[in-house]
């Protein structure tokens, strides 16, 4: 292997890694042992011994231990030590970006792309932290101020998945941190290096701070007990869990069960509208970047076209065109786009869908499976394009793959009435050069989801925004604008500072 894992605190990927990083000391995990493998050539590159539930317990009583302390420091002060994370993340982002190459096989482009958004999110969270700032309420009663503050919640549980395997972490953590609450990771089985990386970055930035106790992050891997075993856990108020809808509903069941928080991020089935007056040339680069980009394994990829009448057999025959002379293969190769799916149980369901759609009447372009020119052992797929009816069943469901359903409208109502007509509510877009048109797609009665876009496509957001969606995607909110609020607790405070006890609307007793 190229790579220089040392400098990301690897030794030998020989032995067998950690699978518990309480704070600073890694530990072999007491579960199974597990491969990592690489989806580039299916090569194993490591194995993990994976965490136990009692090991979870072990570092969530660890976290707890630390948000005693970490939540009486100053937030500026905390902040301090996110900027220091990000020193450690500029220093090393182009080695962290070849291990999420090699272990997500994400092309470096868009690695060093999801590297950045640790980097944006560290800084967002530093300014942050000397604001978090909460309002003066006017008081009814004489000698009283009425306010709020937002304190630090708690140690928080965070489930990510592999297609992020830093980035949605560093969201929640970045932003949890400033808050005040110490993080434990639960990342995806299918990418725990990328995830020991970020530990060992951080805890190496802790260590030049003397007043960070070390078990403000730690990592926890395995699969859905150890996710459960967090969900679960009364010490954690706040659950935040990214990854597929079925993962989410079992996580937020558990967690509602204990009437605890959640925060959920889960699947998407994004619909671009494109309209008579778009600017096609900007329109097909945007949904070439959306629908193939990371092999279609965003949670914003988008996954349905909707098309004028007028223009759609044009702008299919063009996106086919660009479909054709799509670069696909080894991430590492020179000039390549797309790079392989996760694993061949995700090329399976991709390979399953494109049946579902045919037998639904829809009329396939691309979508086969590629074996020459290609690392052997990675799966490595034609990008599809699926003409069908908005009727079809298999529309309504997220394939973590790049299939992008066309379907085709005549009037804007009716474009909305399909954009809208499935039970998941991440991101959308629409591409008009007609200004009511747009404004009346981010209107109340346009796109009911989370993220609502103009001659852009559906993914590739900024950190700055707030990050989440509707529906069956969760309703959660992370990243920027004000979802820090999600990490703490807010409390309204009545401070009396007159002589006598007024009692609020106009109530007397015992006066
Ligand atoms: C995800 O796929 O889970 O907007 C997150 C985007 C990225 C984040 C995607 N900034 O596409």
Redesign the pocket.
């Known amino acids: 292997m190229m790579l220089d894992l040392q400098a990301l605190g690897f030794n030998s990927l020989q032995q067998p890694q950690p699978g518990v990083w309480i704070g600073k000391s890694a530990e072999m995990g007491l579960g199974e042992k597990i491969e990592v493998v690489s989806p580039i050539d299916g090569s194993a590159i490591a194995s993990i011994q994976l965490a136990t539930p009692a090991q979870v317990n072990q570092a969530v009583e660890a976290a707890s231990q630390a948000f005693r302390h970490w939540r009486t420091v100053p937030a500026p002060q905390r902040g301090e030590l996110v900027r220091r994370i990000a020193e450690q993340v500029r220093q090393h982002k182009i080695i962290l970006a070849e291990l999420i190459t090699l272990e997500a096989g994400k092309i470096p482009q868009e690695a060093l792309g999801e590297v950045q958004?640790w980097i944006d999110i560290c800084d967002f969270a530093v300014g942050l932290s000397r604001q978090l700032y909460g309002l003066t309420i006017a008081s009814e009663r004489p000698d009283h101020r009425l306010m709020e503050q937002w304190l630090p919640l708690g140690p928080v549980g965070v489930i990510t998945?592999f297609?992020?395997p830093v980035?949605?972490w560093a969201w929640n953590a970045m932003i949890g941190l400033v808050c005040g609450d110490p993080i434990v990771w639960k990342p995806s089985e299918k990418t725990p290096l990328c995830a020991l990386a970020c530990q060992h970055l951080v805890q190496r930035a802790i260590a030049t701070l003397p007043d960070v106790p070390p078990e403000v992050c730690s990592v926890v891997i395995g699969k859905a007990d150890v996710g459960q075993t967090l969900a679960s856990h009364p010490s954690l108020p706040l659950i935040s869990a990214?990854g597929s809808i079925p993962m989410g509903r079992a996580v937020a069941t558990t967690v509602a069960q204990r009437l605890g928080r959640s925060l959920l991020?889960l699947g998407g089935n994004n619909g671009m509208i494109v309209a008579p007056s778009a600017n096609l040339e900007l329109a097909i680069r945007a949904i070439a970047f959306a629908a193939v980009g990371t092999c279609g394994q965003?949670?914003?990829t988008l996954r349905r076209l909707i098309v004028h009448n007028r223009i759609a057999d044009n702008l299919v025959e063009r996106l086919q065109k660009v479909y054709r002379s799509l670069p696909i293969g080894d991430p590492n190769q020179e000039g390549v786009l797309v790079g392989p799916l996760i694993d061949s149980a995700s090329g399976e369901k991709m390979q399953a869908a494109l049946e579902t759609a045919r037998q639904q009447g829809g009329k396939i372009f691309g979508g086969d499976r590629i074996t020459e020119g290609v690392p052997k052992g990675g799966v490595y797929v034609q990008p599809a394009i699926v003409e069908i009816s908005p009727d079809a069943a298999i529309v309504q469901e997220e394939t973590f793959a790049p299939i992008l359903y066309v379907m085709r409208y005549e009037t804007l109502e009716e474009a909305i009435a399909i954009h809208n007509n499935v039970p998941q509510g991440l991101s959308s877009a629409i591409f008009t050069e007609n200004f009511r048109e747009a404004e009346y797609f981010l209107s109340p009665a346009g796109s009911d989801c989370g993220i609502v876009n103009v001659n852009i496509g559906t993914?590739?957001?900024e950190i700055g925004g707030a990050?989440g969606g509707e529906k069956e995607t969760g309703g959660g909110r992370e990243s920027g604008s004000d979802s820090w609020k999600a990490y703490m607790r807010r409390v309204t405070n009545t401070v009396n500072y007159g002589t006598a006890l007024p009692l609020a609307q106009g109530i007397r007793f015992l006066d």
């Open positions: 958004e998945a297609n992020f980035a949605v990214t991020e965003r949670c914003t993914s590739g957001a990050f």
